[in-house]
């Protein structure tokens, strides 16, 4: 999960779904191709003084061991203990010495950013709102979500609210938040706080965990973040903050493990949610992907990377492995009384139980010849200039929109329905059906 000045989130996706604008369909608007007449349709505090690691040299990585156990001078009560159970989780004190969590909490404490979902200094974050926004989050833009997590908390208050909500309107509410799997997990999350745990949410990354649809980097967020648990939770901002701080070499996503680790090895005694909420907006603000803001940086000089001067080049990414093209047939039309022809997609797979208009199944072997053979009913169907785009986590998709108008008396097909236009931006329109809606009608 990539954001403000620079992105958000995180989880570092190699390829994601695109996040068109939304589409105004208030107004129904005439299909392509047809003419007017014929249209009816980023500083503060420093960290120590010398440089990270006593590593003796910077490359390779440093060890665990290697980077140090002054941690453990954080635990008075243990010392010389190589590891100590902290909250629920087992967290390795394979410490850096030099790295002070004080410096980059005060710095917090000074330029914390303002979040719609973030409590004021010296409040409990709720979890339900940590939650949400966490789901929200994922491969998403702080301020994509902004007007989305307001509608929500708005149409759901409480976690008890939303488990009662019907999945479809959660669905219709998500529309245009991209990866739709996580608005049905997020309604089914919100059911098993309910029905497992009275509505409210566990305090522990185990029982968390166990919720449908929260990982561990959700699990990590939530603990955190309301219940001030040991955790640290590791987006993409995190990942670029640790892998320069330590200039670790080993690439991503195999370093994913040992970026935790070197994580939790940061891990203040005390403050756990403001430290992985002030790691997030380190990454966010002044570790940005581009032109870090070091100077300001509270960690400026203990950081590797910085030192060797190619902050940029971390955190190191595996070579991308594209998915391979998908293309298809989409068919919009248009009933004479300003009716648009929609149907919901199987209740499993890609875009489960989200609405489109009927088309082609959507193939790598995909013939232009046979895709009227995939259209909903008979009509004088046009095939529209240009073709649809759009990027799915695993493939990218083409479609080629094919229009028509039909009278009014004309009965919708099996598993299909007539939409009055008018009411179309209501219906659970991903962003993909957005585009082909917006191609034929614009
Ligand atoms: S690269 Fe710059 S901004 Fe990022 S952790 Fe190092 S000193 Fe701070």
């Known amino acids: 999960m990539t954001v403000a000045a620079g992105p958000r989130r995180r989880k570092n996706i190699s390829a994601i779904e695109e996040e068109g604008a939304r589409q105004d369909l208030s107004s129904p608007p005439p299909l392509r191709g047809r003419s007017p007449a014929e249209a009816s349709a980023k500083a503060g505090g420093r960290g120590v003084s010398s440089k990270v690691a006593q590593v003796s040299t910077p490359l390779p990585n440093p060890t665990p061991a290697q980077v140090g156990l002054a941690r453990l001078a954080h635990d008075k009560s243990k010392p010389g203990q190589a590891r100590v159970s902290r909250g629920r989780e087992q967290v390795e004190q394979a410490a850096s010495p030099n790295i002070d969590s004080q410096a980059l909490l005060a710095w917090y404490d000074r330029h914390a950013r303002v979040l719609p979902w973030r409590a004021r200094k010296g409040q409990r974050q709720e979890p339900y709102r940590v939650w949400l926004s966490e789901i929200m989050l994922q491969q998403t833009t702080v301020k994509t979500v902004g007007p989305y997590y307001a509608k929500f908390l708005a149409q759901w208050p409480t976690v008890t609210a939303l488990a009662a909500a019907k999945l479809d309107d959660v669905l219709r509410a998500w529309a245009g938040l991209g990866y739709y799997a996580r608005a049905r997990n997020l309604h089914a999350c919100a059911v098993a706080v309910v029905e497992r745990h009275g509505g409210v949410f566990p305090d522990t990354l185990d029982g968390l965990r166990d919720l449908p649809g929260i990982g561990d980097y959700t699990a990590s967020a939530v603990a955190a973040i309301a219940f001030d648990a040991d955790a640290v939770p590791v987006d993409g901002n ?19 493990p040992r970026i935790k680790e070197l994580a939790l090895s940061l891990l203040p005694p005390s403050r756990s949610g403001d430290f992985a909420q002030a790691m997030m907006d380190l990454g966010a603000t002044i570790c940005t992907p581009k032109k870090p803001a070091c100077s300001l940086c509270p960690w400026n000089d203990v950081c ?25 047939a989409a068919f919009v039309v248009l009933r004479a009384d300003g009716h648009i022809l929609l149907r919901t997609r199987p209740d499993k797979g890609l875009l489960a139980k989200m609405t489109e208009v009927p088309g082609s199944a959507w193939t790598h072997d995909f013939q232009l010849k046979d895709a009227e053979a995939a259209a909903p009913l008979d009509a004088a169907w046009r095939r529209l200039p240009g073709t649809v785009t759009h990027v799915f986590t695993h493939f990218p998709l083409e479609l080629t929109v094919f229009a028509a108008e ?37």
């Open 238 to 256: 995190v990942e670029r903050v640790v892998t320069r701080l330590f200039a670790i070499e080993e690439a991503l996503p195999a370093a994913k």
């Open 406 to 442: 039909v009278p009014r008396a004309t009965k919708a097909p099996e598993g299909a329905r007539w939409v009055k236009l008018a009411e179309a931006h209501a219906e659970a329109l991903p962003t993909v059906m957005r585009k082909v809606l917006a191609h034929a009608l614009e």
């Open 304 to 328: 590797l990377a910085r030192e060797r001067g190619d902050q940029e080049t971390f955190p190191r990414k595996a070579p991308k492995r594209e998915g391979k093209l998908r293309r298809g």
